[in-house]
């Protein structure tokens, strides 16, 4: 089956329409990502079709979560995960790439360029230390390992009544316990990813 398919089948048993050259956008990613991978080791997925469920479809879970949001900041990005997705299926969503790593942030700078994606901007900065000018309607993360550490490190960049998503596996009953008294949990909500035979969750913070 080829890239095109599995992702168009994908979109379809998620309710996502997204036309034919969002789509492209999409696999020329894919083909991107592992053209840079095998030289840079970006993400443990090797496989373009695995990459489609892992990569693409996982991040398009947290699209209904969005919501009205004008402004996205993806923390700790790596290979642009689940930034670079959301912002092809979301072009009036102003998408910020965040990572420390200078060769994912090149690898980004790049996909942005030969993607056209005029709503991304890359930022190579520490999160703890990073001042934006703005704050952000939504911060989401995929690579943090711990609930604490994201919202002790990233809890300055979100906008006032703004949320923090958290993506994870198994739903994180222990890391919720830990949370700092800054912020509470609204919401743990379960993700279904088509094909993917694996739990997913998105943990809502707020300022408390």
Do not use: D, I
């Given at each position: 089956m080829s890239l095109?398919?599995?992702?168009?089948?994908?979109l379809a048993a998620m309710g996502l329409d997204l036309d034919a050259d969002r789509q492209a956008k999409l696999v020329a990613y894919l083909h991107l990502l592992e053209k840079w991978n095998k030289v840079h080791n970006l993400t443990a997925i090797r496989e373009p079709a695995k990459m489609v469920v892992l990569h693409l479809l996982d991040s398009f879970a947290v699209l209904p979560h969005v919501g009205l949001a004008r402004t996205l900041l993806d923390v700790g990005t790596g290979a642009g995960l689940p930034g670079i997705p959301l912002a092809v299926a979301r072009p009036s969503l102003a998408v910020t790439l965040l990572d420390a790593n200078h060769k994912k942030a090149t690898f980004l700078r790049q996909a942005k360029g030969e993607l056209a994606l005029d709503n991304v901007q890359v930022i190579c900065e520490r999160v703890e230390t990073w001042r934006p000018g703005a704050a952000f309607d939504i911060v989401v993360s995929r690579?943090?390992?711990d609930l604490a550490l994201f919202v002790s490190q990233a809890?300055?960049?979100v906008a006032p009544g703004g949320?923090?998503?958290a993506m994870k596996g198994v739903n994180p009953r222990e890391e919720l316990a830990g949370i700092p008294p800054t912020h509470r949990v609204e919401n743990v909500v379960e993700l279904h990813v088509p094909t993917l035979d694996a739990q997913r969750h998105l943990v809502f913070l707020k300022a408390a």
């Open positions: 095109e398919t599995r992702l168009a089948e994908g690579a943090f390992a809890g300055h960049l949320t923090m998503l």
